[in-house]
């Protein structure tokens, strides 16, 4: 069974602090992503990446930026929390072959005061 | 910019009742698609997927979805619902980005069964 983790369920944070989430894959799968999940917004896409070391921005990056110096963790950065983070954030990995399934982690759920 | 869109926020039903979830989708080109679902407290999973061949799919726990591509739709069916099936239920359309096919997910259906 593939297996995504994340560091934390609950993370409590104060405005302007450093976050980090932690994500960790063991599937040896290329590509690993980052959403965050609001209600009634379903889950959209803060950052991907394709590879160790590669990129790129999904659909809302502004106020994050993303680590993939191994194969098996991508981290996701929030360089200045503010409450508008406040949210569930979903890790994601899949293989890099033609029609795979994305696996998720169980979310770690942030709250910025 | 492509898009999801799930027509139904939020569903009851009663046990045993027939369930039918939309799921539109706004990409002209070739496109996988999936239907997720997450159960309380659980982790998002996959229920069924479709990439090509028969376009009716059949998943887990006896949900099927059926591919019709002159609508761009995607729809979730079950025959008769059960309380376990509570859950969010999540349309995703997989699209190509840059070096990764990323998804695009619709908004969400939260589905309550009532016992």
């Known amino acids: 069974d593939v297996k995504v983790t994340q560091s934390s369920r609950y993370l409590v944070k104060r405005t302007g602090e450093k976050v980090f989430l932690e994500c960790v894959q063991d599937?040896?799968?290329?590509?690993m992503f980052w959403y965050r999940q609001d209600p009634g917004l379903g889950l959209r896409l803060i950052y991907f990446?394709?590879?160790?070391?590669?990129?790129e921005k999904g659909d809302i990056p502004e106020g994050y930026s993303v680590s993939r110096e191994k194969k098996e963790r991508f981290s996701l950065i929030l360089e200045s929390a503010s409450t508008n983070q406040t949210s569930m954030y979903l890790c994601?990995?899949?293989?890099?072959?033609?029609?795979?399934?994305?696996?998720f982690g169980p979310g770690t759920r942030l709250l910025v005061l | 910019a492509q898009s999801v869109s799930q027509h139904n926020h939020h569903v009851i039903l009663s046990e045993a009742a027939s369930l039918e979830l939309g799921c539109n989708y706004s990409y002209g080109g070739t496109v996988n698609l999936f239907w997720y679902v997450q159960y309380p407290g659980q982790h998002l999973q996959l229920l069924l997927k479709?990439?090509?061949?028969?376009?009716l799919v059949k998943g887990i726990k006896g949900f099927e979805a059926e591919f019709i591509k002159s609508k761009f739709s995607f729809n979730l069916r079950k025959p008769s619902v059960q309380w376990s099936d509570t859950a969010e239920y999540f349309c995703?359309?997989?699209?190509?980005?840059?070096?990764?096919?990323?998804?695009?997910f619709g908004s969400g259906t939260q589905l309550t069964v009532l016992p």
């Open positions: 479709y990439f090509s061949g028969d376009p």
């Open positions: 599937m040896d799968h290329e590509n």
């Open positions: 990446s394709y590879d160790v070391k590669m990129k």
């Open positions: 994601a990995s899949r293989s890099a072959l033609p029609a795979e399934t994305q696996y």
């Open positions: 995703a359309v997989n699209v190509p980005s840059g070096s990764a096919r990323q998804l695009t």
